[in-house]
């Protein structure tokens, strides 16, 4: 319980710094959002120094930084100047959006990556282990970017998957199972681009780390007793290697998400990404700043998670820290 | 030595990848920006050996396009008028690495222009683009890493020489940075820069901002490496010969920390030039009309063109080459640098 | 006759952070004192772990010790200045155990041996050329050796190597941790014999620092043994031989190779 409290502060102490840099890199840009529409002669001065005051553009730094805190933990998380509107509202649907995207291609990224690796692993050095490495590797070395654009203009050309969006235009009229289909066709794209582009990693680490397992004397030992091929493969050695595995665990989610960004802008699947990047075209200040704190809250949920699930997975930290 | 054969390997392929595109105005046969807008949007030219009529030329040649019957956008192939490949042929001049006037193309033709990888909206040449935008992400991406690498070098030895408070606080930033998901945190530092422009403040904008992303993880490596280092002998008897901190460091331990920076830059150069690529392609990077790998794919977020256009995709695969160099780079290097590990690893390295 | 270096109460407390952020204290050297004549040499005998090469590297200036005194030609060097401090440093060299591990192996021999020479600067090229190749005959290393690295070297002749270095600045002191334990047998006795040759000729102190007894008993006009931070038994080599008082000095003496099985202590469990 320590354990998990110290993590936790950690966390929070992490969230908090974000959000200060991400508040401090933003506000110190030149210009905001109210600088493109000086530009229009159409609003008179006048107006446009009542609206800087209405939104405290013009009080220093740290009142700024308190206001802001004090909307985020009362829920509005600032205003968009663009929406006009809390950020909030605005925010939780395309964070929903993200994190379907994300949490589905990580689970089936590792429920391929797992198997695979182990299977790989077994084979060490003989030929299908060779193969998949020279897969991986090809893999590897297509750009993320190259990938989602060249899924893309694939599905384009043959219509397999709709593109684009994340629903049919009709999707209010279909039924429950056919509402979940035209979520499931919609998303197989983005899934498969954000898929390809962490899996080749994934499987070689998972490789690299159960084969050293499988080369550890104990193995031998235990292949000795006569222990079966899959409860020892399974049971042992995907055991003695989670440690590693579980810290990728935390830092494929760090980099899913990153990668999401991209994908979904080149899909235009309606997520933190694409809304992140119009706000920053439009220098709409505060869903910057949200976004960006957001997907490291994401990301550090990510790790927390992976760090509960090593404390559970190894008893060398469970005892440590209840020694302590 | 003969873990030294690899490493050479991907070294001369990087080289010779790296020299094509430093000496990208002898390779392109036209001007990146000059327009042609009575061919916007060519398809490739492939080239030829063997005719229509199957006769056998020694010299390459391709096919001038016509526009195919009652369209206005379809090309196809008009096999009465060929068009000669010409080797060492004057051109458009340019400055062969940036300063020797020159006008020799490696290939050029004599009345229709070949565009082996078609043309733009502009009807500008993919082929002589594409080349020319490796200049500009591959220039981004290796000042990015410098940026990035000087940064963490500085930061690490710091924290790990000096130790104490100051270790601690510069840890915990690190901690910070590697919390940010990185694209993220790259689009963060942009939106603090103006947002428009002159290209060439653009392009050291991106290089800022790319090279401050990224300190952290080589930042914590450096640290590793000088605190280790720090508790060698040879740094302690050098200290008993009455030497200074900065001799220490200079001379002893910084040395050390070479072969940790060297498999970063090799890891780093690749992903910062994929970071170039991604904000320009988005529009937040290199602005038009100075090509860049990025922003040569931008209109790709157009659907018409991402339909009737796939060629415009082809530049993408550019970087797959320089990927392969610079990964199988970062393994032997890595392999070098843990001489125990590669038994374990080599059939699956890429090397 | 006024010791050249005495150590008085020294303690040296390290505290560590562990894996999970907690502080362990850690009593290294808990108050040892002793002193040191000019030209004589001192062992400091005692088991890994018992502290005493946290004593050779306060004694050299390369850590400061929590609380106590060395005095060292009339001045009590603890409480000098970082700067003073390392004007100080030359005057007492540290040879190391490991001689692969305290030679930069990125460097060669010959930048190795200079490099003492040229932070002291002063000296001219060819002045710093000659004394690296007087120092190299004087340890029993020949020069044409100037170019390549430690690691083509013997253990042996890196030992040297590393004792010609330390001699470079003319030292009033030389502690010399472990300086023969990582080495054969054979090369031991030729590095010892060298050593004591370098006391005559150059009039040196040896502070020795071993685990090794009858090294000790060869080496040594005094010994100290030293048991978790403390001195427990002190006086000259013979006697401590003879007469052994303390537990771990039994221990220790049990510890030395005979072929004689009468004359050894009996082992106690």
């Known amino acids: 319980m320590r354990f998990f409290f110290r993590r936790l502060r950690h966390a929070c102490f992490l969230l908090f710094g974000v959000s200060i840099l991400a508040f401090l890199f933003t506000t110190l840009a030149p210009g905001n959002y109210f600088d493109e529409m000086r530009l229009n002669p159409q609003i008179a001065p006048e107006t446009m120094a009542a609206l800087r005051a209405q939104y405290q553009l013009d009080r220093p730094l740290p009142v700024r930084y308190v206001s802001w805190m004090n909307s985020v933990l009362h ?62 590797a090809a893999l ?108 990728l665990f935390g830092f494929s989610i760090g980099a899913l998400l990153s990668g999401s960004l991209l994908v979904e802008v080149v899909m235009s699947w309606p997520g933190l990404g694409p809304l992140l990047l119009e706000s920053i075209l439009s220098r709409d200040l505060y869903v910057v700043i949200d976004g960006v704190l957001f997907s490291t809250m994401f990301l550090v949920s990510g790790n927390l998670i992976a760090d509960i699930l090593l404390y559970w997975a190894d008893p060398r930290i469970r005892t440590e820290s209840a020694a302590r | 030595m003969t873990m030294r054969r690899p490493l050479a390997k991907w ?47 020694l010299r390459p040649f391709a096919y001038a396009l016509k526009l195919r019957e009652g369209t206005f956008d379809q090309y196809e192939q008009d096999t009465s008028q060929s068009v000669p490949m010409k080797f060492f042929r004057s051109g458009a001049g340019y400055r062969l690495l940036g300063f020797l006037p020159s006008r020799i193309h490696l290939f050029g033709s004599e009345d229709a222009r070949i ?16 080349l020319y935008g490796g200049q500009i992400s591959l220039l981004a991406g290796l000042l990015g890493a410098g940026c990035t690498l000087s940064i963490g070098l500085c930061v690490g030895a710091a924290a790990g020489y000096f130790g104490g408070w100051r270790d601690d606080a510069l840890m915990r930033v ?56 720090k508790e060698r002998d040879f740094v302690r008897a050098a200290r008993g010969f009455g030497a200074t901190d900065s001799y220490l460091l200079r001379r002893h331990i910084l040395p050390e920390t070479s072969s940790v920076l060297l498999t970063q830059a090799a890891i780093l150069i690749p992903q910062y030039v994929l970071a170039e690529m991604t904000l320009s392609f988005l529009g937040l990077g290199v602005p038009e009309p100075a090509p860049s790998w990025g922003n040569l794919l931008s209109n790709l977020q157009q659907y018409s063109v991402l339909v009737s256009y796939w060629w415009m995709y082809l530049p993408a695969l550019a970087m797959v080459p320089f990927f392969l160099g610079y990964l199988g780079l970062a393994s032997s290097l890595q392999e070098r640098l843990e001489p125990y590990k590669i038994e374990r690893r080599s059939p699956g390295s890429l090397a | 006759m006024q010791p050249l270096l005495r150590v008085e109460k020294l303690v040296k407390c390290y505290e560590r952070q562990n894996v999970f952020g ?47 005194s060395i005095w060292f030609e009339g001045r009590d060097i603890v409480v000098l200045a970082e700067s003073e401090r390392r004007k100080l440093r030359p005057q007492i060299q540290l040879i190391f155990q490991d001689p692969s591990n305290s030679l930069n192996p990125r460097w060669s021999v010959e930048e190795i041996l200079l490099e003492p020479l040229n932070l002291k600067g002063k000296l001219k090229r060819e002045e710093t050329k000659q004394r690296a190749v007087a120092l190299m005959t004087q340890v029993g290393l020949s020069s044409d050796m100037f170019q390549r690295s430690p690691a083509q070297l013997s253990g042996g002749q890196r030992q040297r190597l590393a004792i010609a270095r330390a001699l470079a600045l003319e030292p009033r002191v030389l502690i010399l941790d472990e300086a023969l334990s990582a080495l054969d047998c054979s090369v031991q006795a030729q590095i010892a014999n060298l050593l004591i040759e370098l006391q005559r000729t150059l009039g040196m102190t040896y502070l020795f620092i071993t685990h090794d007894l009858a090294m000790a008993a060869h080496l040594a006009d005094e010994i100290a043994v030293m048991n978790r931070g403390r001195v427990v038994e002190q006086g000259p080599a013979q006697n401590i031989l003879r007469h052994p008082k303390e537990e771990i000095t039994r221990h220790l003496l049990a510890a030395i190779p005979s072929l004689d099985n009468a004359e050894r202590p009996p082992l106690e469990s």
Not at chain 1, 82 to 110: D, E, G, H, M, Q
Not at chain 1, 112 to 123: D, K, N, Q
Not at chain 1, 194 to 205: A, E, N, Q, T
Not at chain 2, 11 to 32: E, N, R, S, T, W
Request: proline share 7%; net charge positive.
């Open chain 1, 75 to 136: 829920g509005q998380m600032g205003f968009s100047f663009a929406y006009n509107s809390p950020v909030a509202p605005i925010l939780f649907v395309r964070a929903r959006n993200t994190l379907l995207l994300t949490i589905t291609a990580t689970l089936i990224a590792w429920g391929i990556a797992l198997p695979l690796g182990v299977w790989s692993a077994e084979r060490f050095g003989r030929l299908p282990d060779r193969l998949l490495s020279w897969a991986t």
């Open chain 2, 174 to 229: 690190a901690e910070l940075f590697l919390a940010l998901p990185w694209l993220y945190l790259l689009f963060a530092l942009r939106a603090f820069l103006p947002l428009s422009v002159s290209p060439l403040k653009a392009f050291f904008l991106i290089v800022a901002v790319i090279g401050a992303v990224g300190w952290a993880r080589p930042a914590r490596l450096v640290r590793g490496v000088v605190l280790s280092a």
């Open chain 2, 115 to 130: 565009c082996l990888l078609g043309t733009d909206a502009y009807g500008r040449d993919q082929f002589s683009r594409l």
């Open chain 3, 22 to 68: 907690s502080r362990e204290k850690l009593l290294a050297l808990d108050g040892v004192s002793f002193a040191v004549a000019q030209e004589t040499t001192l062992a400091v005998v005692g088991e890994s772990g018992s502290g005493k090469s946290t004593l050779g590297f306060c004694i050299s200036c390369l850590e400061i010790p929590t609380s106590g």
């Open chain 2, 11 to 57: 070294l001369v392929i990087l080289g010779v990848l790296h020299a094509i595109v430093v000496c990208a105005g002898f390779f392109a046969p036209y001007d990146p920006i000059e327009q042609d807008r009575k061919n916007p949007y060519l398809p490739p030219m492939p080239l030829h050996l063997l005719d229509a009529q199957g006769h056998l030329h």
């Open chain 1, 140 to 247: 590897l070395v297509i750009p993320d970017l190259a990938l989602a654009l060249g899924l893309l203009v694939l599905t384009v050309r043959t219509g397999w998957f709709p593109t684009g969006s994340m629903t049919s235009l009709d999707f209010g009229s279909l039924s429950l199972g056919g509402k979940f289909r035209d979520l499931a066709l919609h998303m197989t794209l983005p899934v498969a681009a954000l898929v390809l582009s962490g899996l080749p990693l994934l499987i070689r680490h998972v490789r690299a780390a159960v084969a050293e397992v499988l080369d550890a004397p104990f193995m031998l030992a235990a292949r000795g007793h006569g222990i079966p091929r899959r409860t020892l493969l399974y049971r042992y050695a995907l055991r003695v290697a989670a440690n590693p595995l579980i810290s």
